[in-house]
């Protein structure tokens, strides 16, 4: 894998360069010669940051960290990376499986190709959760007073929707298209 570093407003020293290449040489498994990565280090509100992006086949993968200290940000952002790396693989392979399964079904594989099927996917909580009607802004009100991450609810249009806190200490809310 090729690795373009750049910096804005960060002096690119060999060690912030060595430790970039240290943690993407772990990824260097899951790409080709011939994939570019592109890190780009900089300073913003007084914070260190480190993006890098690697596309991959019509699509790309990005990891972002804000962090006070730039090599934490650049181990953060590598680390993100190699969490959404490993999904998307098995993203892929789940979708071969389900095509394996289709044509197994169809008669057109031998139940040999059934071997190479993944693990059940593990289940280990169920909740159930009452919708109750309220507005976006007093669903981020709850969002905060229950401490989680996100937080379900319908709203005032009948719509589920989920309200999410962004990494920016923002809220987002995710809600269905109109038909």
Do not use: W
């Not at 976006?136 to 969002?143: N, S, W, Y």
């Not at 996100?150 to 923002?170: H, L, P, S, T, W």
């Amino acid at each position: 894998m090729k690795i373009i570093i750049t910096g804005r407003n960060v002096d690119l020293t060999d060690g912030i360069k060595g430790r970039v290449n240290e943690k993407l040489e772990k990824l260097d498994k899951f790409f080709t010669n011939e994939t570019t990565a592109t890190v780009t280090l900089k300073k913003e509100n007084g914070k260190d940051v480190a993006e890098i992006n690697i596309p991959v086949k019509g699509s790309l993968l990005r990891a972002s960290e804000k962090q006070d200290n730039l090599f934490s940000a650049i181990d953060t952002a590598a680390d993100k990376l190699e969490r959404q790396i490993r999904k998307y693989r098995t993203k892929i392979h789940d979708n071969r499986i389900h095509n394996i399964m289709k044509n197994l079904a169809e008669g057109n594989f031998s139940e040999e190709a059934v071997d190479e099927m993944p693990a059940d996917i593990k289940i280990v909580k169920k909740k159930q959760i009452m919708l109750k009607p309220m507005d976006d802004e007093e669903a981020c009100m709850q969002l905060d007073m229950i401490g989680h991450s996100f937080f379900i609810y319908e709203n005032m249009n009948g719509k589920i929707c989920v309200a999410y806190k962004r990494g920016d200490g923002d809220y987002g809310i995710i809600e269905p298209e109109d038909e």
